[in-house]
């Protein structure tokens, strides 16, 4: 069975920046395109980022210019370096697989608040 734990969320203001990690057990990464996922309060879960097998990256409109997805191989982690945090990004983080969805993990907890 896959895990996959989120790491690096926290209580931040606006303006400040974020750096979360994914590491996975129980399956090689760099064989799949993955990404990050998000989910606020009363809201659907929705993709903000993306990255292929090849390290092409996609990315919510929402999130453009801000946030940047990358993968490590060697340590088989994914990461979402996010700048410029607004408070519509406040929500719980997920990393998956971006086609073909693994157990979701617990998520990390990012709040963008003043």
């Known amino acids: 069975q896959v895990q996959l734990v989120e790491s690096g969320g926290g209580l931040v203001r606006p303006g400040e920046s974020l750096r979360l990690s994914c590491a996975a057990s129980?399956?090689?990464?760099?064989?799949?395109?993955m990404a990050w996922y998000r989910q606020a309060p009363g809201k659907q879960r929705e993709l903000v980022a993306s990255?292929?097998?090849?390290?092409?990256?996609n990315y919510a409109d929402s999130v453009k210019g801000r946030f940047t997805i990358s993968r490590d191989n060697a340590k088989n982690t994914v990461h979402l370096q996010m700048n410029s945090l607004k408070p519509e990004d406040t929500a719980v983080y997920y990393c998956n697989r971006q086609y073909h969805w693994y157990r979701w993990g617990q998520g990390t907890q990012v709040t963008v608040s003043s």
């Open positions: 990255i292929t097998t090849g390290g092409s990256t």
């Open positions: 129980g399956s090689i990464l760099r064989s799949y395109a």
